[in-house]
């Protein structure tokens, strides 16, 4: 099993990033899948999850600002992030669950800063 996340960087406040997570050894169209993020110093937390069936769910802090999206023919996961801020700076982490089974893939980082 491979989650290949990519799209980090460096963007100034108020910009834009595009996630993607790519997963292959897995039936993705079964799996619900979400990012998680993890800043210095603080716990990994949820960021957006979205299921199988295409139901979304998001940390308060982003809602409104960060959109997840699932691709199955690609077998590939989105967040849109927009208008980023300072504090969404961490490294963003790709997971996938399924029957009991969790897996993650590398992460990357997300520094939002001028």
């Known amino acids: 099993v491979q989650l290949q996340a990519s799209g980090g960087g460096l963007v100034q406040p108020g910009g834009y990033l595009r996630l993607s997570c790519a997963a292959s050894g897995i039936i993705f169209r079964f799996n619900n899948m979400g990012w998680y993020r993890q800043a210095p110093g603080k716990q990994r937390e949820l960021v957006a999850g979205?299921?199988?069936?295409?139901?979304?769910n998001y940390l308060d802090s982003v809602k409104g600002r960060f959109t997840i999206s699932r691709d199955n023919a690609k077998n590939t996961v989105y967040l849109q992030m927009n208008s980023l801020k300072p504090e969404d700076t961490a490294v963003y982490y790709c997971?996938?669950?399924?029957?009991?089974?969790?897996?993650w893939g590398q992460g990357t980082q997300v520094t939002v800063s001028s």
């Open positions: 979205i299921t199988s069936g295409f139901r979304s």
């Open positions: 997971n996938s669950k399924s029957m009991g089974y969790e897996y």
